[in-house]
């Protein structure tokens, strides 16, 4: 069974930036399409960024299109979050998900991003 683990997390500053690491274990994530989600305080766990297994598409929720970047090194059987511009509504646990067959059904224990004011 394929083992994601997240790092990278952190306490930042409004402006500030974060880069997010998914790396996978036991496995190969190459063939995946792989996302980044978030949880808030109280909030449902939310979509922020997926990537396509060769990592030609991409997609953002609206709210951060144009800070975060999602990219993949298929070679190092990772995924990656770059952070930038941070809000304080960025604060949330980060999650990173394979998508095996139509939904993501694995995922990764989370790490914790807090941007303050």
């Known amino acids: 069974q394929v083992q994601l683990v997240e790092s990278g997390g952190g306490s930042v500053q409004a402006g500030g930036s974060l880069r997010l690491s998914c790396a996978a274990s036991r496995g190969t994530i190459k063939m995946y399409r792989m996302g980044w989600f978030r949880q808030a305080p109280g909030k449902e766990r939310a979509f922020v960024a997926d990537?396509?297994?060769?990592?030609?598409?991409?997609d953002y929720a609206d709210s951060v299109k144009g800070r975060f970047t999602i990219s993949r090194d298929n070679a190092k059987n990772s995924v990656y979050l770059q952070m930038n511009s941070l809000k304080p509504e960025d604060t949330a646990v980060y999650y990173c998900?394979?998508?095996?067959?139509?939904?993501?059904?694995?995922w990764g224990q989370g790490t914790q991003v807090t941007v303050s004011s």
């Open positions: 998900a394979a998508r095996r067959v139509n939904t993501y059904d694995l």
């Open positions: 990537i396509s297994w060769g990592g030609g598409s991409t």
